[in-house]
């Protein structure tokens, strides 16, 4: 294995990802060390026995290296259906406690520790104990967005494809206290009429998509469709204006079906990788190129190697903690 371009990879990357192109990981990565380097990952996947996991939202030369890509539900079900000894999560900190929950039995690594999530952040198991006082009877739902100690004290998980059906399943006599994004818990109450309580957190990323940038996009490209993922900061404003309200993978199949040919895109720029390879006939506009999770581009081709090669960073969750965490996602995979 050449490990002299991965050094020199992952050395300049650890500046490069710190810099003003930190939303473009691989900008510096010439074609040739693409190819060696995936080359090396082809090679370890197979000595680890491990199944590489990418979110719409990593680099694209991740995306094009894993055996999944999807949102957030859709590589749940990939790590429980797999027989790999090994996941190798390219997301974000959660994502990995969800897939070592519900895999118990494997070694799920994460490439870079600092990936966590600014959402998650803003919401503690704390918070949510000190909110229940307030409502002993409330149903608490948690977007899978959190950590795995605030699932632990929920009742309910939900991602932003399945979370009006989840939220269907609950009594209609309960209030409901929703964790930890503003904007998507205000979207599932429009939708659901439902009595929803809903925390004050956001996403950065998504809250950088504002409606003066719709409607300048609309304007300038009235024959597009515009897609919006309920996370978006214009999601309350302008939900009436979107063609269709949808995950990140609700987007990238309803653009196979549709007969657009332009998209307005508003959440985080990494999915229009996918939809330009699938979909290259096909025209994209990024609803704000600020859009952009630096949490998700701590990931790169570089330590994704350097993970397998090393059996580095592995995610654990306590036993305890882990089996009360689980509960809340099992429900939401048993109703969807």
């Known amino acids: 294995m050449n490990m002299d371009v991965l050094t020199q990879q992952s050395t300049q990357q650890k500046g490069h990802a710190a810099g003003a192109n930190w939303r473009n990981p691989g900008a510096h990565r010439s074609q040739a060390d693409t190819d060696r380097l995936m080359n090396q990952l082809i090679e370890l996947k197979k000595k680890r026995n491990a199944v590489i996991?990418?979110?719409?939202?990593?680099?694209?030369?991740?995306?094009?290296?894993?055996?999944?890509?999807?949102?957030?539900?859709?590589?749940a079900r990939s790590a429980q259906e797999t027989d790999a000894e090994v996941i190798l999560f390219c997301g974000v900190h959660f994502m990995a406690e969800t897939a070592a929950m519900i895999c118990p039995d494997k070694t799920v690594l994460i490439?870079?520790?600092?990936?966590?999530?600014?959402?998650?952040?803003?919401?503690?198991?704390?918070?949510?104990?000190?909110?229940?006082?307030?409502?002993?009877?409330?149903?608490?739902?948690?977007y899978i967005n959190t950590s795995a100690a605030v699932k632990a004290e929920c009742d309910y998980c939900v991602t932003s494809t399945n979370g009006i059906k989840v939220i269907e399943q609950i009594p209609k006599d309960k209030d409901i206290l929703f964790v930890p994004d503003f904007y998507l818990g205000s979207y599932l109450k429009a939708k659901t009429k439902r009595k929803i309580h809903v925390w004050k957190g956001y996403c950065p990323a998504h809250q950088a998509i504002l409606p003066e940038n719709i409607d300048r996009l609309i304007d300038d490209h009235?024959?597009?469709e515009f897609l919006m993922h309920p996370e978006c900061g214009c999601t309350t404003k302008q939900m009436h204006l979107a063609d269709k309200v949808l995950s990140t993978e609700g987007m990238v199949q309803y653009v196979g079906k549709s007969d657009a040919k332009e998209f307005i895109v508003a959440?985080?720029?990494?999915?229009?990788?996918?939809?330009?390879k699938f979909y290259p006939d096909k025209s994209f506009y990024a609803a704000s190129?600020?859009?952009?999770?630096?949490?998700?581009?701590?990931?790169?081709?570089?330590?994704?190697?350097?993970?397998?090669?090393?059996?580095?960073?592995?995610v654990k969750v306590d036993p305890a903690l882990a089996k009360r965490a689980i509960k809340p996602i099992e429900r939401m995979l048993e109703i969807v």
């Open 53 to 75: 996991l990418s979110h719409n939202y990593q680099e694209g030369a991740l995306q094009d290296g894993a055996d999944f890509v999807g949102d957030s539900l859709g590589l």
């Open 111 to 142: 490439p870079n520790m600092a990936a966590g999530c600014s959402l998650a952040d803003m919401v503690t198991a704390k918070n949510i104990r000190d909110w229940k006082k307030k409502f002993p009877d409330g149903v608490v739902v948690c």
């Open 222 to 224: 009235p024959e597009a």
């Open 267 to 276: 959440t985080e720029t990494g999915i229009l990788h996918r939809m330009q």
């Open 289 to 314: 190129e600020q859009a952009t999770c630096h949490h998700m581009k701590q990931n790169t081709l570089e330590n994704t190697v350097l993970s397998l090669l090393n059996m580095q960073y592995e």
